[in-house]
């Protein structure tokens, strides 16, 4: 069908299927406050749909499919205040779609999978809670989120993916608070990708992500080395200040410091002299290997956390 103008049809009350696939209109398609029932199939079968302008369905009851499936509309699906039901199978299908902006703005949570895989939309409006418990989003591209919100908020739907765990939705999300100038959540959706990888390696590799991730935050926390060196630099002065090592050779030994001693001891790269003059005794002499292990373990956890700061720079 070819529609030189508009179709509009607000306030229809369809029971059945409403079929505009493969259809071309040059001006604007109208479902507001449209009821389409057809539960279990599609209630809006628009495949490949061509619009002008907009596709308006604010405020539309749709008991089935809406399955709009490689439409091109170049400024608005708006799905504001929609209630979309179709449990146990898809209740939205925009796969594969050329979007303006996707308004889903204030509508009820959707019963049913959505399916936007593969689709490029410029802005996705859509709150957290609008989302159902199964979504397909993979290869969905967009430059825009609103409402604007923390990433806590946005990350539990990439866990609802039915693919799994997909690197490419966490980049996706990352690129969009990097446009929207808020690079602590984007760091915060790269910390989220990488815990998520975690689950998917082998147990030898998660201890060791669970280490990284302890200390610096796989290098998006990198105030927390500090905060980890500076406690085993506390632990280890107090303990070798009440228990001094004794020195390797008295004659020539400098004086003892257990500030520096324990530095010595953490950092693969320092050397005051401590180390090598003073050998500690008993439960010193563990304490000593503890902070030696502890040390170069941090070390290397810290390098590799900055790697991957300086990679991403």
Not at 32 to 57: C, F, K, Q, Y
Not at 162 to 190: K, N
Not at 239 to 250: C, I, N, V
Request: a positive charge.
């Amino acid at each position: 069908m070819s529609v030189g103008n508009d179709i509009a049809a607000t306030g229809l009350v369809c029971h059945g299927q409403v079929r505009l696939n493969g259809a071309i209109v040059t001006g604007e398609v109208n479902l507001n406050d449209a009821v389409l029932h057809h539960p279990g199939h599609d209630a809006l079968h628009a495949e490949t749909l061509s619009v002008g302008t907009d596709l308006r369905a604010m405020r539309l009851r749709a008991h089935g499919r809406v399955n709009v499936s490689g439409a091109r509309i170049p400024r608005h699906l708006n799905l504001a205040h929609a209630r979309l039901r179709n449990p146990g199978g898809q209740a939205l299908r925009a796969s594969s779609c050329v979007i303006g902006e996707l308004w889903l703005r204030e509508a009820a949570p959707i019963e049913g999978v959505v399916n936007l895989r593969g689709s490029q939309v410029d802005l996705l409006h859509i709150a957290p809670e609008t989302w159902p418990d199964r979504v397909r989003i993979d290869g969905l591209s967009y430059r825009r989120l609103t409402p604007d919100l923390p990433a806590e908020q946005r990350l539990p739907v990439l866990e609802r993916e039915e693919s799994g765990y997909l690197p490419y939705a966490y980049e996706q999300l990352t690129a969009a608070y990097r446009i929207a100038g808020d690079d602590a959540a984007a760091r915060t959706v790269q910390l989220a990708k990488l815990r998520r990888h975690r689950r998917t390696l082998p147990r030898y590799a998660r201890a060791w992500g669970h280490l990284q991730d302890i200390t610096v935050g796989y290098g998006f926390r990198p105030m927390r080395a500090a905060g980890w060196l500076l406690a085993l630099l506390l632990t280890g002065a107090t303990a070798f200040a009440l228990a001094h090592p004794r020195p390797l050779k008295a004659d020539e030994a400098p004086d003892f410091n257990p500030v520096f001693y324990t530095v010595d001891l953490l950092l693969p790269i320092a050397d005051f002299g401590q180390q090598s003059a003073f050998a500690p005794q008993g439960w010193a002499q563990w304490l000593s290997y503890a902070l030696i292990v502890t040390g170069w373990i941090l070390a290397t956890t810290i390098a590799a956390g900055i790697t991957r700061s300086l990679s991403r720079q």
